[in-house]
T-cell receptor, first 114, second 110 residues
Framework: GAVVSQHPSRVICKSGTSVKIECRSLDFQATTMFWYRQFPKKSLMLMATSNEGSKATYEQGVEKDKFLINHASLTLSTLTVTSAHPEDSSFYIC??????????FGSGTRLTVV | KQEVTQIPAALSVPEGENLVLNCSFTDSAIYNLQWFRQDPGKGLTSLLLIQSSQREQTSGRLNASLDKSSGRSTLYIAASQPGDSATYLCAVQGAQKLVFGQGTRLTINP
């Protein structure tokens, strides 16, 4: 139980375009989901906490207008990287917390901006 | 502010050995501690979840212990196999959010 599905796994986009990443909880409801960014050979950096039906909470230094988060249902949160630039290239991972299993993570999205 | 440290940063051992990965945290006021595995370019796979009231959890060849008062956890891997090669991350859940260590990169040599 407690499976989180993340899509797409890889995406390449042109500089200036926007990219949407989806995170779904498949067998449980998640009122809160989390978005992380991971740099090569580094640990995960929490970007924002996504709250169902309300605004996301962003960590210090994370641009709200750059990384748009929408959590419109109890099973889906989306992260949109707007006007992407090469420095936004990274590995993005979402997670959700389920009482019995703790935190469950998606398989991640490798974003490359060219 | 919670800080999580994992030692060693990297470990390479021959197949079949038993090994211990260490995790320490500065604030003992935690709800739980979780060990994850991450393969290159992949997401995180949860290995073991230890609630703050528990001392240890076991799953197959893995055993994780928690000493909340001293701010320490260990992950014990028995009879290591090449397929165990990955980065192992510990994370502690406090009042606000999950805080990760930097990970231990484990290589099991055939």
């Amino acid at each position: 139980g407690a499976v989180v599905s993340q899509h797409p796994s890889r995406v390449i986009c042109k500089s200036g375009t926007s990219v949407k990443i989806e995170c779904r909880s498949l067998d449980f409801q998640a009122t809160t989901m989390f978005w992380y960014r991971q740099f090569p050979k580094k640990s995960l950096m929490l970007m924002a906490t996504s709250n169902e039906g309300s605004k996301a909470t962003y960590e210090q230094g994370v641009e709200k207008d750059k990384f748009l988060i929408n959590h419109a249902s109890l099973t889906l949160s989306t992260l949109t990287v707007t006007s992407a630039h090469p420095e936004d290239s990274s590995f993005y991972i979402c997670s959700a917390r389920e009482d019995s299993y703790g935190y469950t993570f998606g398989s991640g999205t490798r974003l490359t901006v060219v | 502010k919670q800080e999580v440290t994992q030692i060693p940063a990297a470990l390479s051992v021959p197949e079949g050995e038993n090994l211990v990965l260490n995790c320490s945290f500065t604030d003992s006021a935690i709800y739980n501690l979780q060990w994850f595995r991450q393969d290159p370019g992949k997401g995180l796979t949860s290995l073991l979840l230890i609630q703050s009231s528990q001392r240890e959890q076991t799953s197959g060849r893995l055993n994780a212990s928690l000493d909340k008062s001293s701010g320490r956890s260990t992950l014990y891997i028995a009879a290591s196999q090449p397929g165990d090669s990955a980065t192992y991350l510990c994370a502690v859940q406090g009042a606000q959010k999950l805080v990760f260590g930097q990970g231990t990169r484990l290589t099991i040599n055939p």
